[in-house]
């Protein structure tokens, strides 16, 4: 039997100094550092490269990568333990050096970069010397990428981008950004596109603004305008038509990453509930002694337990097959059921809290505004459960009858006829 629902004891230790470096060590850092990519920001300067070679030090660092690139090589589910861990604080993935999009973006250049490339941004990068930048989203949609229009040309020696991309996270900290453009606009639609990498000094580049989301008290969410920006002919990643296929090398990881970070944040919130469950009372008994708090506390409950299974599964799944693609229907339950439990056991948190827990004194408001942002990044809930219906129905036959293949009458009447010969020959009570 291969079932197992332990860890090895070896990593059971890693995991719990990670625990104890994440609540004391990282967890005050996000009160004092504005944004962990803010590069300018001296608190994080001071701050950040101290823990980050502590994380080094105990081989912890880049744990998705393998050796080649300065990682350790961890499978899906060693990560998912860490990584559920590292989602209770925002800066705790920069400090082990696995935050989005910059992992996401080292994997594209790993797989497509040249060498002089993999020199000049993804050795850096990996090194979070710099940050990076994924620039695919345009103003017009989002959801849908065959309506996007931003262009690139080739002139010469040289790729010349035009056009406009919206919600491009972190730009405006980021040495370079990776941008998919239209190269072949007659193309089938999935054939259209290319990938490119941008240095954010190259001339033309225009952030028209950075928008913030509902929590946040500046932005970071670029609307850029690219006019006739101009990159050295090398910089396209993978062959021209080929950018989904390059998109996809990002993805499949992220999103798991996104789900194994969820746990942790909602866990966090659930511990809190918690707490003020047992501390806070009324009408002359604690809060967790009423049954309709109770019942919130086990929803709660189920609702993480539940999904966090589901998401170590989905890892299992990925190690076994190495292979995102067949694993995609659960990737994609995954990303669907993360943004509703996010919500939910942040609401419940919330509303047991009373006035403080809608206050910004508490994290969940800006935990419920988040579970959105983890329900359309990386692709809406919506687009995600037609993946799932469609892979799974793919496992599955229409009939050609009129009657379901299982219609009871005709099920019994088979069943009569494959034991008659057993069968009393009344068999009328049947
Ligand atoms: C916090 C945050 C960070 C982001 N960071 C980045 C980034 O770094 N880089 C980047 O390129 N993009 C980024 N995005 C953009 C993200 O990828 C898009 O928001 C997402 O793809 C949806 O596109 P849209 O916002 O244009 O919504 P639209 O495409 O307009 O969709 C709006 C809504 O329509 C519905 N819908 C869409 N398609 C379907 C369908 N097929 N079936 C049924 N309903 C549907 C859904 O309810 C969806 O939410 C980020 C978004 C957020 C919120």
Redesign the pocket.
Same mark, same amino acid.
């Given at each position: 039997m291969s079932w197992d629902f332990e860890t090895d004891p070896a990593f059971q230790r890693d995991l719990d100094w990670i625990d104890e470096f994440v609540r004391e060590e990282i967890e005050p850092l996000d009160f004092i550092i504005g944004h962990p990519n803010d590069f300018t920001d001296p608190n994080r300067t001071k701050l950040i490269p101290r823990l980050q070679a502590e994380v080094k030090r105990r081989k912890l660092w880049a744990c998705h990568l393998g050796a080649d690139l300065g990682g350790q090589g961890y499978g899906q589910v060693k990560l998912a333990l860490m990584n559920e861990i590292l989602g209770r604080a925002k800066c705790a993935p920069i400090v082990f050096g696995c935050q989005a @999009?910059d992992s996401g973006n080292a994997e594209i250049l790993a797989h497509y970069g040249t060498p002089a490339q993999k020199d000049r941004y993804l050795a850096p990068l990996l090194e979070n010397k710099i940050c990076s930048?994924? /620039?695919?989203?345009e103003p017009q *949609? *989002?959801?849908?990428p065959k309506v996007f229009t931003c262009r690139a040309e080739l002139r010469g020696d040289e790729w010349v981008i035009n056009g406009e991309?919206w919600? /491009? /996270?972190n730009a405006r900290y980021a040495a370079f950004l990776i941008v998919m453009a239209v190269t072949d606009p007659d193309a089938p639609p999935y054939q259209r596109m290319s990938m490119f990498i941008v240095p954010i000094e190259t001339p033309g580049i225009e952030i028209v603004r950075n928008v913030a =989301?509902g929590y946040e008290s500046e932005g970071a !969410?670029a609307y850029i305008r690219y006019t006739n920006v101009k990159i050295p002919r090398d910089h396209l990643l993978g062959e021209p038509g080929q950018g989904f296929i390059v998109a996809q090398t990002r993805l499949g990881g992220g999103r798991i990453h996104h789900a194994m970070r969820t746990v942790g944040k909602i866990r966090h919130a659930f511990d809190l509930m918690c707490e003020r469950a047992l501390s806070r009372t009324t009408q002359g008994e604690v809060l967790a002694q009423k049954q309709l708090v109770q019942a919130m506390i086990a929803d709660s409950w189920i609702d993480i337990e539940q999904f966090r299974l589901f998401v170590l599964r989905t890892a299992w799944k990925i190690d076994k097959t190495k292979n995102y693609r067949e694993v995609r229907a659960d990737i994609s339950a995954v990303k669907a059921t993360m943004p509703r439990v996010y919500h939910d056991v942040y609401a419940r948190a919330l509303q047991i809290h009373g006035s403080i827990g809608l206050s910004t004194e508490m994290p969940f408001a800006a935990g419920v505004l988040d579970s959105f !942002?983890m329900g359309?990044?990386? *692709? @809406?809930t919506? =687009?995600h459960k =037609?993946t799932v219906a469609r892979q799974v129905l793919g496992r599955y036959q229409g009939t050609e009858e009129v009657f379901p293949e299982y219609h009871l009458v005709r099920r019994r009447e088979a069943a009569i006829l494959k034991y008659a010969h057993l069968l009393e020959r009344e068999v009328g009570n049947l």
């Open positions: @999009p930048c994924y /620039s695919m989203t *949609g *989002g959801a849908d991309k919600f /491009s /996270s =989301v !969410h !942002h359309l990044a990386d *692709g @809406p919506e =687009v =037609v």
